[in-house]
């Protein structure tokens, strides 16, 4: 008789021998160790270092209650399959960054809470007590979550920056978060438009819509850049790759379309890599072009080390 192996069964076959012949050994069990992952990751940009901070992360459910409001359902399903995605839930990310310029640790965003943020620093080398700024992109609760908290300020050193228009919306809001969170830090404040220098080769670009002073940041050293996104795209194929579905979050949203629009082609067209607060963490990567009008995520790999 005739034995004919498939090349998958063949692979099995070959890799069960050598373990016969262990099958007498003895080896201790190793316990199972659940699932992890690393709250911070760091690149040399010029002189400066970038340090991306997992202050945490949750599932949610329903993401099309979120994403794509305006998308048939039909549609937004055979995107998801596309990429890999489930359609019944969606991962979220929360990165604030943190940019050493050799004179300064400047802070972007806190996080759900003090003790997320205060745990991805101190995983990174940094204390809380060691921000000088801190920049406020939005005023959304998981960027300000992680200003005040049960013992009151969570960066007792730090300055604080934010967009004018962005601050003075909150404060007329009636907003809790804005109230607990910001409100007592209020005369710590400095107000900043577009185009402002927040520390040496930080400057401020105005995108609004996802809030009506939302702010993303170009970062600049030795002729190096990266963009902080802050929320302009809250998810790399849902937001991203297209840009004129609506999401919940988005107070005006045609004006975030519009944005996104606009700081999606200058990526893409300039080649500058950013770092998306929601993006899958590191949360660094890059726009590439999808067909005419469209847009996809390139996770940076190993671009930051050889460049």
Do not use: C
């Not at 992890?36 to 459910?61: K, N």
């Not at 310029?101 to 759900?112: I, M």
């Amino acid at each position: 008789m005739t034995l004919t192996l498939s090349r998958r069964q063949a692979l099995v076959a070959g890799a069960a021998a050598p373990a016969a012949g262990l099958a007498g050994a003895a080896f201790a069990e190793a316990e199972m160790q659940g699932a992890s992952q690393s709250i911070y990751s760091r690149f040399v940009l010029g002189g400066f270092e970038v340090t991306t901070l997992l202050s945490g992360t949750a599932t949610r459910e329903d993401p099309q209650s979120i994403f794509a409001l305006n998308v048939p359902e039909q549609r937004f399903q055979t995107v998801s399959e596309a990429n890999f995605l489930p359609t019944d839930k969606a991962q979220f990310y929360f990165t604030p960054t943190v940019v050493n310029t050799g004179s300064e640790l400047v802070l972007f965003d806190t996080g759900l809470n003090p003790r997320g943020i205060r745990r991805a620093l101190e995983a990174a080398g940094y204390s809380a007590e060691q921000i000088d700024v801190v920049v406020i992109t939005h005023m959304h609760g998981d960027h300000i979550g992680g200003l005040w908290g049960d013992a009151g300020e969570t960066f007792p050193n730090a300055r604080y920056l934010t967009n004018a228009a962005e601050f003075d919306h909150w404060a007329s809001a009636g907003n809790d978060n804005f109230e607990a969170k910001v409100r007592p830090l209020a005369d710590k404040f400095t107000f900043i438009g577009d185009g402002a220098s927040v520390s040496s080769g930080i400057t401020s670009m105005v995108a609004a819509g996802h809030t009506p002073g939302h702010t993303t940041y170009m970062i600049e050293s030795d002729g190096q850049s990266v963009l902080i996104v802050a929320d302009l795209a809250a998810h790399y194929v849902y937001s991203l790759g297209y840009p004129d579905w609506e999401v919940r979050f988005d107070m005006d949203k045609a004006a975030a379309a519009a944005s996104r629009r606009r700081v999606l082609d200058m990526l893409a067209t300039d080649k500058v890599p950013f770092i998306g607060y929601h993006m899958p963490f590191p949360a660094v990567g890059y726009v590439g072009r999808r067909g005419q009008d469209g847009f996809r995520y390139v996770p940076m790999s190993y671009q930051m080390q050889v460049g």
